[in-house]
């Protein structure tokens, strides 16, 4: 349970169990079922850590009422711009980079490749434009347990307190 705990702890991103199996040495089952545990001691506990499952993934986290203190220590990772970038794209994807560039201004395109380079977003082509939607990773590092676009606008939705920005 240590080991499993240990390899949550350290990584950057949520994880499979297989993952976290081939990592430690041990049977998928076994990390199944310490994960089980471990998620169970977590929540006894009731500290500012849980480890939420995100679609078929684990991460270790803070739970919801104590990220502000977290971002108040937390390294910066992304500008503001990148960050206000990316959440557009997430509420109104699929969304062009034409329009993107009319809410944004130019320097939309570094923000537009720093997100690709991060694996968030993807684009496809079409006509002169490109289409940008978010990827799974963007999912997983956001914590976000949807699949479809729809649902990650309501999860935005709920997050901001309901405010539509229609």
């Known amino acids: 349970m240590k080991k499993v705990e240990a390899v949550l702890f350290s990584s950057e991103n949520p994880m499979r169990v297989g993952e976290i199996a081939e ?10 079922k310490a994960m089980k545990k471990l998620r169970m001691e977590y929540e006894k506990r009731k500290g500012a850590i849980e480890i939420a499952k995100i679609g078929n993934k684990y991460v270790m986290q803070l739970k919801e009422e104590y990220l502000e ?22 509420y109104y994807q699929p969304i062009t980079q034409s329009k993107l560039r ?47 676009p729809e649902e990650v606008k309501k999860f935005l939705e709920e997050k901001a307190g309901g405010e539509k920005n229609e």
């Open 102 to 148: 009319e809410i944004i201004g130019s320097r939309v395109y570094e923000y537009v490749d720093e997100l690709r380079h991060r694996g968030f977003i993807y684009g496809k082509k079409s006509g002169k434009t490109v289409v940008l939607r978010t990827t799974k990773r963007f999912n997983e590092y956001f914590g976000i347990d949807a699949s479809k």
């Open 69 to 90: 203190y977290g971002y108040r220590v937390g390294k910066r990772e992304m500008s503001d711009e990148v960050l206000r970038t990316l959440a557009i794209i997430a």
């Open 23 to 32: 990592i430690i040495g041990h049977q998928s089952s076994e990390v199944s």
